[in-house]
């Protein structure tokens, strides 16, 4: 059989102990690299859900007012605000205008807008 190592009984010891170090920094190495991973893992399963509206104000300081958008129709711009389901529908009940095109008035249910005055815009933030 191949045998590399050295005869001497000291020279033997001390590679034992430099082994036994280098398996310590890998087993420490192992054991970190595995719990970041279990994190980002949980990380990953405990985010919330994305907004599904967006509040664009854009258009505030002219004439047009706030309107309340799908979030899926259209990427948020600087000045709009991500809204879940609950907010846009208390924003849209209390007079927000709805999107011409995706009318998530319709989407959540909302059907008594059309008499409802637009929100300005302090009341929208």
């Known amino acids: 059989m191949f045998d590399d190592l050295p005869p001497k009984l000291d020279r033997l010891h001390t590679l034992r102990v430099w ?30 859900a994305p907004p599904e509206w967006i509040i664009d104000s854009a258009s ?16 948020p711009g600087k000045r709009d605000r991500l809204v879940d389901r609950d907010e846009a529908r208390r924003l849209l009940a209390a007079g927000l205008k709805a999107c011409g095109h995706c009318r ?22």
């Open 19 to 48: 082994h036994t170090m280098w398996l310590q920094r890998i087993d420490a190495k192992i054991a970190t690299l595995a719990r970041r991973q279990t994190e980002e893992e949980r990380g990953r399963h405990n985010q919330p």
């Open 60 to 75: 505030v300081s002219g004439t047009h007012p706030c309107r309340s958008v799908q979030a899926t129709a259209t990427w």
């Open 104 to 125: 998530p008035d319709n989407l959540l249910g909302i059907t008594e807008l059309s008499s409802s005055p637009a929100l300005t815009a302090a009341a929208a933030r």
